[in-house]
């Protein structure tokens, strides 16, 4: 009787608010308990692939308040720049999970390329416009040929045919034709009219006005009225969900559940299905992964560590230091170019987009080679149209209303190397299948 009188009001005993689950997590005591602010230091600190480097940014700032040497100044602010950017995309993802679908994507797309607009708002008040647009045509260009290619290359050394969803990249590639002949009309009126500088002005203000709006009808068919369109491709408009637009970087975006149309087993040698622990090599031997599966599911899963108030502080925090850290580049860039010999175009075009979306960068290739190309087409296609279509046209507009003389006539030759890299990538994309060779090519 004691036995069962024991075992009865074990039975009803109520459960302890710090019970622990299976993974080792309290989450009974996580959920009635917020989380502090000096809690979430550790993991904003430690869990960065680039961060490391933050210890450069104390020493470019003392360096530009100090009146350091330029070149010193502009080194140490661009290394400090990578680390803060990818940390400003793991906060939105942060956020994010605070939100519902469409504000959550909304979130994504406004700071998916903050650090961007950062950089060349604080380069447009000083009247650097040519370093301003080389910046844009350098993170547009390595977006789609250096990231993709490399994205294309690693994957398909780990898988000799992937596949990936068209309706997103068709889409995104559409998007970037009509946002090139946005920069190339310009610079085609003021090398074939007589036209004045401010009809150039002009021009390129009504197209900048076109342009935007015209993302956010993409963001509203992509988000709301064809959603559906995407779901059923495997990319969730969520930020969680790798969207094509704002799609998101580092370790934390997840598995999409399916990826594209299915390859044959002649086309692509191995028969790939929703799941990687249904694949069947192409001999007919079957791989049993599902242990392998189940432990890719939970190292993907969002986690949150930081909550929504400390995900806006810590979205102001480090939105300060990038706009102190673009401004020490901005101010030392010219003086910089000089002392170590490379050309301000140098600089703009290619350093300044591969350093500051380095872990973007990465997140795409590691995307590609684990098999998950739809993020990596998000990460490379979708930053760069987002780029077209909204920072830039966003800048033209601050521009206008600030008084600053910003055009989208970006020469001659650079309109037209922007030009046919979209046309390469329209094509290099438009079945909807990858390949190494296909990304050398890029």
């Not at 040497?69 to 605070?98: C, K, M, N, W, Y």
């Not at 203000?205 to 709006?213: D, G, K, M, N, W």
């Not at 963001?219 to 799609?247: C, I, M, N, R, W």
């Amino acid at each position: 009787m004691a036995a069962g009188s024991s075992a009865t009001s074990a039975t009803h005993q109520p459960p302890t608010h710090t019970a622990e689950t299976k993974e080792g997590k309290f989450e009974m005591q996580d959920a009635m308990e917020p989380i502090k602010f000096l809690d979430t230091i550790r993991p904003m600190a430690m869990t960065g692939p680039l961060n490391i480097l933050l210890v450069c940014m104390p020493i470019a700032i003392i360096s530009y308040g100090a009146q350091w040497p330029d070149a010193f100044t502009f080194i140490f602010s661009l290394l400090a720049l990578a680390p803060l950017a990818e940390r400003l995309g793991f906060v939105t993802e942060q956020l994010a999970l605070h939100t519902n679908d469409t504000i959550g994507g909304l979130l994504n797309a406004t700071f998916g390329n903050a650090t961007e607009l950062i950089v060349a708002i604080t380069a447009l008040k000083r009247g650097l416009y040519r370093l301003v647009q080389l910046s844009f045509l350098g993170s547009i260009l390595s977006n789609m040929l250096l990231v993709l290619g490399c994205s294309f290359l690693a994957g398909g050394y780990y898988h000799k045919t992937q596949v990936y969803g068209t309706i997103s990249s068709q889409m995104n590639s559409t998007l970037l034709m009509i946002a090139s002949m946005g920069i190339a009309f310009p610079t085609i009126l003021s090398a074939t009219s007589e036209e004045s500088h401010l009809s150039e002005l002009g021009y390129s203000r009504a197209t900048s006005i076109i342009l935007f709006l015209l993302y956010f009808a993409f963001l509203y068919f992509q988000l709301a009225s064809h959603k559906h369109l995407y779901e059923e491709e495997g990319t969730s408009p969520h930020p969680s969900g790798g969207a094509p637009v704002y799609a998101p970087i580092g370790p934390h975006a997840p598995l999409p559940e399916t990826i594209g149309e299915h390859p044959t087993d002649e086309e692509a040698g191995v028969s790939l299905v929703a799941h990687p622990a249904d694949r069947v090599s192409a001999n007919g031997e079957g791989k049993h992964e599902e242990s392998e599966q189940g432990e890719g599911e939970e190292n993907d899963e969002e986690e949150d560590v930081l909550g929504f108030t400390n995900s806006l502080i810590w979205l102001g925090v480090i939105t300060v230091f990038i706009a102190v850290l673009s401004d020490a580049i901005s101010a030392s860039i010219q003086d910089a170019a000089s002392s170590l010999g490379m050309s301000e175009i140098f600089i703009a075009a290619i350093l300044l987009p591969i350093v500051g979306n380095a872990a973007e960068h990465a997140g795409a290739v590691v995307f590609a080679t684990k098999n998950k190309l739809d993020l990596s087409l998000g990460v490379a296609i979708g930053s760069s149209t987002q780029i077209a279509l909204c920072v830039l046209p966003l800048l033209v507009i601050i521009g206008w209303c600030g008084g600053y003389d910003l055009s989208l006539n970006f020469g001659s030759y650079e309109a037209a190397t922007l030009l046919l890299s979209v046309i390469s990538v329209t094509f290099a994309i438009k079945d909807g299948k990858s390949n190494w060779l296909l990304g050398l090519t890029l």
